[in-house]
């Protein structure tokens, strides 16, 4: 296993459509939490002792509702990626929350983020569909619709190809009360990307086996159809990835899963030493999954 040396990228844009950068040697506190639910993924940082001028920036609250301001975080090791711009994304979303205080001699700027939160809270859809007109055509246009998201994979088994509507179709709403209906709890935002999967699907990414070697952290534990283990903080994970884990300890827990909550949470730091911890829970299914690359 080679993990060393964490370093991370954070780009914030703020009003006037500047781009901030920040990076080591900052020290950063993560706390991430993403799903494969069709609900806003959060996220909360700690940046220690910014200059006086970027905290000024940065600060978000009620009286900047009438802008956005986006967060992209990319985390990693230099022992395994060559530059900043090698990273993996292990965040992106919206500020609903930003401020700066003083605790003892740091300066402490803290943000709250959702991702997906608000285009799930303010696309709005109000268009007809034509009798005829492809099912698999109709769905991306209603995706299209989330404000400030991009379109990553829809299943061919919930939007078949060939499948066409058998009827006019009015729609008028919010876009995510139209996706739930017709994609229930298979479709979900993760990064800034939604994807429509089946039960029986799951993205190939390119970390694929979880064991000692890879940094699984003690035995993994079972709770109905899902498993959680800890693992040595790993960037490379997706939302709904197809994942293998090989557990010495307890070898009934292995297997083939789908990936479908991490959890990043502990210190990216050169002057603290502190943990960084992916949490993760896994979901067996009933059938083989399926890989859809990512």
């Known amino acids: 296993m080679e993990k060393f040396g964490r370093i991370y990228d954070m780009r914030i844009s703020v009003e006037g459509g500047e781009n901030i950068?920040?990076?080591?040697?900052?020290?950063?506190?993560?706390?991430?939490?993403?799903?494969?639910?069709?609900?806003?993924?959060?996220?909360?940082?700690?940046?220690?002792?910014?200059p006086r001028h970027i905290r000024d920036q940065i600060r978000f609250d009620i009286s900047s509702i009438n802008h956005r301001q986006e967060v992209?975080?990319?985390?990693?090791?230099?022992?395994?990626?060559?530059d900043l711009n090698d990273l993996p994304m292990i965040f992106r979303g919206s500020i609903s929350w930003a401020y700066s205080e003083r605790v003892g001699t740091n300066w402490i700027t803290i943000i709250e983020?959702?991702?997906?939160?608000?285009?799930?809270?303010?696309?709005?859809?109000?268009?007809?569909?034509?009798?005829?007109?492809?099912?698999?055509?109709?769905?991306?246009k209603v995706l299209d619709m989330l404000e400030g998201v991009k379109l990553g994979k829809i299943s061919p088994q919930l939007a078949p190809e060939?499948?066409?509507?058998?009827?006019?179709?009015?729609?008028?709403?919010?876009?995510s009360d139209v996706l739930n209906e017709n994609f229930g709890c298979n479709w979900f935002i993760d990064n800034g990307?939604?994807?429509?999967?089946?039960?029986?699907?799951?993205?190939?990414?390119?970390?694929?086996?979880?064991?000692?070697?890879?940094?699984?952290?003690?035995?993994?534990?079972?709770?109905?159809?899902?498993?959680?283990?800890?693992?040595?903080?790993?960037?490379?994970?997706?939302?709904?990835?197809?994942?293998?884990?090989?557990?010495?300890?307890?070898p009934a827990f292995n297997g083939t899963f789908k990936l479908v909550q991490i959890i990043h949470r502990g210190t990216i730091s050169d002057a603290v030493c502190g943990e960084?911890?992916?949490?993760?829970?896994?979901?067996?299914?009933?059938?083989?999954?399926?890989a859809v690359e990512a």
């Open 193 to 250: 990307i939604v994807n429509v999967l089946a039960d029986d699907e799951g993205l190939e990414g390119v970390f694929k086996t979880v064991d000692a070697s890879t940094g699984l952290l003690g035995t993994p534990i079972r709770s109905n159809t899902l498993i959680d283990f800890d693992m040595i903080f790993e960037p490379r994970l997706l939302i709904n990835q197809i994942i293998n884990l090989r557990s010495t300890t307890d």
């Open 162 to 175: 060939d499948r066409e509507l058998k009827r006019d179709h009015a729609l008028n709403g919010k876009v």
């Open 276 to 290: 960084l911890v992916t949490s993760c829970r896994v979901y067996k299914g009933i059938s083989k999954l399926k």
């Open 21 to 50: 950068a920040i990076s080591n040697p900052f020290t950063l506190e993560i706390d991430i939490t993403r799903n494969a639910l069709p609900t806003a993924n959060v996220g909360q940082f700690k940046i220690y002792n910014l």
């Open 72 to 82: 992209a975080l990319k985390a990693g090791y230099k022992s395994i990626h060559k």
């Open 113 to 140: 983020c959702y991702d997906g939160g608000f285009a799930l809270s303010t696309s709005k859809i109000s268009t007809e569909f034509i009798k005829g007109e492809k099912y698999r055509s109709a769905a991306e």
